[in-house]
C-alpha cells in the first residue's frame, strides 16, 4: 500500500490514525485540514485547493486525513486503501470537545499553526448530523468503488486498535 486515504467524521481518530500509520508504515502524512485553512480559518479558494490535493495526490506515497467532499472522488480513485472511520456520534463529540480544552488557543498538530483550535455550534451540529448526512454520501462513494480498491471500514477503538495490529504485524501487505 502506497497510498492510503483515512476518512470519518471530525473527532474519529483520522489524524491519530494517520500518525499512527505513519511510525509503522514510514509512509509520510498529509493532514488535508493544515493546507486547506488559511489564517484565521479562512478556507483556500476552490481552484487553488483543487490544486493543491492534485499535487498530493500525485505523489507516489502518502497517507491522506480528511473528507473535503468536493474532492474526496479524485482522493479515492488515487489510493490504493481507504480507511472509512465509522465512529459512534456521542465519541466524536467528545472527542471535539476534548481537544477544543487540551488546544485552547492553539493549534492542533495536524492544523494550519494560524487556526487556534475553536468550537462552535455549526460545528457541533455538523459533527452531530454527520450520520445522517456526510456518512450516507460516504456509504455511497464507497459502495461504487466495492471490489476495485480495497475498503477498511473500522466502527470501534477496539477495531482500530485491531487494524493498527494487523498492520503492525503485516506491515504494507495490508490485503
Known sequence: MNRILVIGSAGSGKSTLSRKLHYILD?????LDTY??????????????NNIVEQFINEEHWIMDGNYSRTMDIRINKADLIIFLDMPRLLCIYRIIKRRIIYHKKSRPDMNQECPEKLDWDFVKWVWNYRKKGRVNTIKKLE????????????????????????????????
Do not use: C
Not at 509512509?27 to 493532514?31: A, G, M, Q
Not at 480498491?149 to 503485516?170: A, P
Open 36 to 49: 486547506y485553512w488559511n489564517a484565521d480559518w479562512v478556507p483556500k479558494p476552490n481552484e487553488e485547493w
Open 144 to 175: 461504487q468503488i466495492k471490489g476495485r480498491k480495497e475498503v477498511v471500514i473500522l466502527s470501534t477503538r477496539k477495531e482500530m486498535d485491531e487494524f493498527i495490529g494487523k498492520v503492525e504485524k503485516e506491515g504494507a501487505g495490508l490485503g
Open 27 to 31: 509512509l509520510p502524512v498529509v493532514h
